[in-house]
């Protein structure tokens, strides 16, 4: 079992700035980081380091790219987003937490405990926030990309699942559920990770919110069993 550290993003040209400080957040923890440039004329300056792998695109497959040859990868892979500042134990976390439960892990997820859903914006029953406190490990049927772990060992991905441009939660999530993979937020505290706030976002931007919602009606089954037991104090808890 490979025990490197591989971290993914992607990143568009008016966030230069910001991914320079999420880099920065990063580097020190990582393997190697691979970094997709979507829209970028050059690559920056402080992207040319030995642990850096760059990738230019043209956008058309949006934050899908965050995932480009993720199946070539052996270890942990930690997929991450340019508008965050990570903090100096969050590999060490989420690495302690794939290793505990053995899936797919992240600092934020949704829950939608009602068949059909009515909508993947607005239908979740349980929404935990990468910026909020929360208090224990939970189960989710959708997770957060930008603060994600998995293990190649536990579930097996391919840049070729993610079929359509800023969407990577959901085809994340259906990978997951094809492979009978948990998904799993753990807990941690309000401010473990930072948000560097931005003029425009995928969210605010969502298109084919219809899509969305019958993509994960297509695949999403009642959640069964949850496997969490005995969650671990969360980063900033402890006495």
């Known amino acids: 079992m490979s025990s490197d550290i591989i971290i993914q993003l992607a990143s568009v040209p008016e966030r230069?700035?910001?991914?320079?400080?999420?880099?920065?957040?990063l580097l020190p923890q990582a393997d190697r980081i691979y970094v997709n440039l979507n829209g970028y004329d050059k690559i920056p300056k402080f992207l040319l380091h030995p642990k850096i792998e760059v990738n230019l695109f043209d956008n058309s497959m949006g934050d899908a790219v965050k995932f480009y040859d993720v199946e070539k990868r052996e270890g942990y892979v930690l997929t991450c987003d340019d508008d965050m500042v990570y903090p100096p134990d969050y590999v060490s976390y989420m690495k302690c937490m794939v290793?505990?439960?053995?899936?797919?892990?992240?600092?934020?997820?949704?829950?939608?405990?009602y068949r059909p859903i009515v909508s993947f914006r607005h239908g979740y029953t349980e929404l935990y926030r990468a910026y909020g406190t929360v208090h224990e490990d939970r189960q989710v049927h959708i997770g957060g990309t930008g603060v994600m772990?998995?293990?190649?060992?536990?579930?097996?991905?391919?840049?070729?699942?993610?079929k359509k441009p800023n969407m990577a939660d959901i085809w994340m999530a259906k990978a997951a559920y094809e492979q009978d993979v948990p998904i799993m937020v753990v807990a941690h505290t309000r401010f473990f990770v930072m948000y560097l706030p931005q003029v425009k976002t995928i969210w605010n931007r969502c298109e084919n919110s219809q899509y969305q919602t019958?993509?994960?009606?297509?695949?999403?089954?009642?959640?069964?069993?949850?496997i969490t037991n005995n969650s671990i104090t969360a980063p900033g808890n402890q006495a």
């Open 214 to 226: 019958d993509l994960v009606n297509s695949f999403l089954k009642d959640i069964g069993a949850d």
């Open 16 to 25: 230069e700035q910001s991914l320079h400080i999420t880099i920065a957040s």
């Open 99 to 113: 290793d505990k439960y053995r899936c797919v892990v992240s600092l934020m997820g949704k829950r939608y405990d």
């Open 149 to 162: 772990a998995f293990h190649t060992d536990y579930i097996k991905v391919k840049y070729s699942d993610f």
